[in-house]
């Protein structure tokens, strides 16, 4: 094991333990708002202990925050349907590589990475939009109907600006970074990928953050 990969592993496994930490805590004191009781630990997956920072510190608090603390748990509530669904793309096409064939790969896709990102897109949009049906629904008391219809505008924006940085980011790891350093491009197989995706995963936060205090500003996507 050479020093990149152990650096990969420990922050992987960091991640883990704390994203294992926020649900074991949670199961025992859960959050005000229910799907957050998902959101915490998925966010910590790539977040690792900086997650766990701001948890403790705004976590179940509504009044009183700072502005930033609004956006960003509003960010974070978008940002856990990207990450399920980049990770179930990933392990489905793994597990079952013919998958990507229904996603465009090869027939449209000479890489299978976009066919993986394809099905990545339509997953984290599914993921998304029912996390901000539960978060939305209860907080403004909408029927079904007006629920789905309110998530829809409130969280179309925020993921596909997530999503933009989130490719773009592991775009750069899988097409520069690593074939000129490591000489070959991981896959969802190795651990130098998912820590490329915690990145990305931070650059999705990074890309999706302003267009989430736009949403709050406007009325369209609720302050957590």
């Known amino acids: 094991m050479n020093a990149f990969e152990l650096i990969c592993l420990l922050?992987?496994?960091?991640?883990?333990v704390c994203a294992?930490?926020?649900?074991?805590?949670?199961?025992?004191?859960p959050a005000t708002m229910a799907v957050m009781n998902v959101v915490w630990p998925v966010c910590a997956l790539f977040g690792s202990w900086a997650?766990?920072?701001l948890y403790l510190?705004?976590?179940?608090?509504h009044d009183g925050?700072?502005?930033?603390?609004?956006?960003?748990?509003?960010s974070l509530h978008c940002g856990s349907g990207c990450t399920l669904g980049d990770i179930v793309a990933e392990l489905t096409v793994l597990a079952l590589p013919a998958a990507a064939t229904a996603f465009g790969w090869p027939w449209l896709f000479g890489d299978r990475m976009f066919a993986t990102w394809v099905l990545d897109t339509f997953l984290a949009?599914?993921?998304?939009?029912a996390?901000?049906?539960?978060?939305?629904?209860?907080?403004?008391?909408?029927?079904?109907?007006?629920g789905l219809l309110a998530a829809v505008r409130a969280d179309t924006a925020s993921l596909l600006a997530w999503q933009v940085g989130m490719f773009g980011a592991m775009a750069v790891f899988q097409f520069w970074l690593y074939p000129h350093?490591?000489?070959?491009?991981?896959?969802?197989?190795?651990?130098?990928?998912?820590f490329a995706m915690q990145w990305a995963m931070i650059t999705g936060f990074a890309t999706s953050y302003p267009v989430n205090a736009w949403l709050i500003r406007q009325g369209l996507k609720e302050a957590m």
């Open 181 to 194: 350093f490591l000489g070959w491009r991981p896959t969802a197989a190795h651990i130098q990928f998912w």
């Open 20 to 29: 294992l930490g926020l649900a074991a805590h949670l199961v025992h004191r």
């Open 131 to 146: 996390f901000q049906y539960f978060a939305i629904v209860p907080m403004r008391h909408l029927t079904p109907r007006e």
């Open 11 to 16: 922050s992987v496994g960091c991640g883990m």
């Open 125 to 129: 949009f599914g993921f998304g939009i």
């Open 51 to 53: 997650i766990i920072v």
């Open 65 to 74: 925050q700072p502005k930033w603390a609004h956006v960003a748990k509003g």
């Open 57 to 61: 510190r705004f976590g179940n608090r």
